[in-house]
């Protein structure tokens, strides 16, 4: 090994800028060959930008700035609701509007859902947002079920001392704070615990900070060149799937020796699954499973509470409103039993009503690839074979048809089933069959993080209109430091 590290530095340089030479002529013939497919068949108009990175860096830099929405709206007025590009090597069609959404969403197999090659590395190539048929629906159903409301109701008491005792004990005698920071240890500390069964014991830390790179890759150029963002990411999951691989091992004896049941957490459901052959699954299956889910369900929650608490730094009405709500319900459990109670859940009407006005604005997934397995077509435009399309919220969320004055935080259009919003034009959560199996448990980690905080302390962000970015989901860019106020009148708190 000493052998061959010392005999890298040398040619390293060379072989940087003889790979490079190599990927910019692939990717100038590759272009050249869209072009001529494209002129000779009815592509969608727009642009492939420049050779192999097509218009990536605008786009990511749209994503640092806050203007993804601005993006794809410059797009659309110049050439219309179907438009191409070309992102991170892959030429792609952006789909917009409620036809296109019902278009994606309901999409037989000609468009599956295999990710951009950094991301499809990271999750892994059985992860579900890579794998199609019989076996995707295996993956997905054993998803469902363990997350199914019936389920978290089970949960609902651990679930609610997870979130305080994590929560307070982090903001305990504190003056000020960084809530993304917070917030992103509270929702792994949920997850890690209650879906995959790591209690005490086990290096939560270590595997947080591992993930935490590996996902940092999900967007990098997917180069594995020494010092980029994502060969680091590789090396990261290289190291959870080795810890995940020794959970999945004590797991298995635990559940062979009696110890555990078969749908105690996500992994043991995942052990006891079997295919239509009556085969479990392999462990690579679970483990890229596995990391799939921790990212599902950590960063989109933890940035929908981060951005949460910004607006309610910045809005004293609803602020108020949703202060009142929750004082009310933690009155009533300290004259009961002092148990949070699914009930209690239900009560938090107006704080989710003002969470789901908040995924309108800013989805924490604003969007996601599929890839076209034939040739398709949609609106009078061809889509070729082996091209990439994408879905995008903004478009209908912000669609004044839709939503009346579209810029304006109003929790109330949620009001009522007279309020309904028309299919496919609301979907934080995605649509059809792909659509998010953890809505439910997000819905109660978001609530009750939110429920804790505001009935134990008063916050003040520290940064006047700090501004957000996208990593890739919508943070507040400095990490949303706050100063705490504890609340005084300690019948309130819970
Ligand atoms: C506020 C929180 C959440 C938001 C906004 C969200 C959003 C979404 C969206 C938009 C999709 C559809 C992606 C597509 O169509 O390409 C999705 C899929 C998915 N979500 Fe969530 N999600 C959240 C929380 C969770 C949680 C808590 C879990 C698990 C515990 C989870 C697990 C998944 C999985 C596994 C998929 C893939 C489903 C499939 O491909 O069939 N998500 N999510």
Sequence with gaps: MEFLTNLVPPNFEFQVQYLAIILITVGILYIGYLKIKASSSSIPPGSLGFPLIGETISFLMAQKQDKSKQWFEIRVQKYGPVFKTSLVGSPIVVLTGQAANKFIFSANDAI???????TATIFGKYSIF???GSRRKLIKSAMMNFLKPESIQKIIVEMDSIVKKYLLKELEGKESVQFVPLIKKVTFKVTSTLLFGLHEGWDKEKLFEDLTIAFRGLWAIPLRIPGTKFRKAC??????????????????EDMEEGKMGSQQDMISTFLSLRDEEGKPLLEEEIIDNLITLIFASQDTSSCLVCLFFQYLGRDTNVYNKVLEEHKEIAKTRVESDGKLK?????????????VQELMRLKPP??????????????GG?????????????FPTHM??????????FQPSRFEGPSKSVPPYTYIPFGAGSRICPGSEFARIDVLLIIHHLVT??????????EPLIHDPMPYPAKGLPVRLQPMLDQENTT
């Design 130 to 132: 890579e794998v199609e």
């Design 235 to 252: 090396q990261a999951r290289d190291r959870v799937c080795k810890t995940l691989s020794k959970l999945i091992k004590t797991r298995k």
């Design 112 to 118: 599956a859902g295999n990710q951009m090659l950094s």
């Design 456 to 465: 134990n302390y008063g916050w003040t962000p520290l940064i006047p209109n």
């Design 342 to 354: 699914w009930s209690e859940m239900q009560s938090m009407k107006y704080t989710w009503k003002a």
């Design 365 to 378: 997934l604003s969007g996601n690839f599929r890839y076209v397995t034939r040739d398709i077509s949609f």
């Design 399 to 408: 669609d004044p048809e839709i939503f009346d004055e579209p810029e304006k």
């Design 381 to 393: 435009y061809d889509i070729p074979k082996g091209w990439r399309i994408l879905w995008v919220a």
